[in-house]
């Protein structure tokens, strides 16, 4: 039976052999011509994809020192900021001071209008 069997797959590598014929010179040509398109094609593609690349690639480095330069600005700016408010309170600090100050020297105006002057006799 094993040797039936094998002699059967003999017969139909045989036949399918006959059926099939080899491609011509001229059909390998335009399969090379096929293949030779779609290799310049995925290697401008891939140029493309390079180009976006290169470019991704700068736009990220100019980006992060943008970003670098506005953290920068940005502390300056907190810093001066704090500053400010430091003197803005000094100045507040100082401002109250002087209103007590200028209350009391009010008040003390008004105590010396007050209080009663000695007469003088300016005939005498």
């Given at each position: 039976m094993a040797?039936?069997?094998?002699?059967?797959?003999?017969?139909?590598?045989?036949?399918?052999?006959e059926d099939q014929a080899e491609p011509s010179l001229l059909e390998i040509k335009e399969m090379l011509i096929d293949i030779q398109i779609s290799i310049a094609s995925v290697i401008a593609d891939n140029q493309a994809i390079r180009k976006e690349i290169e470019d991704l690639k700068s736009s990220v480095t100019s980006n992060g020192e943008e970003l670098k330069d506005l953290k920068a600005s940005l502390k300056k700016t907190k810093d001066e900021n704090k500053a400010l408010k430091i003197s803005v309170a000094a100045l507040n600090t100082r401002l109250t001071a002087t209103e007590k100050e200028l209350q009391n020297q009010s008040a003390e105006c008004e105590q010396l209008w007050e209080k009663p002057r000695p007469f003088r006799a300016v005939f005498a």
């Open positions: 040797s039936n069997s094998k002699e059967v797959l003999e017969d139909d590598c045989n036949t399918l052999d």
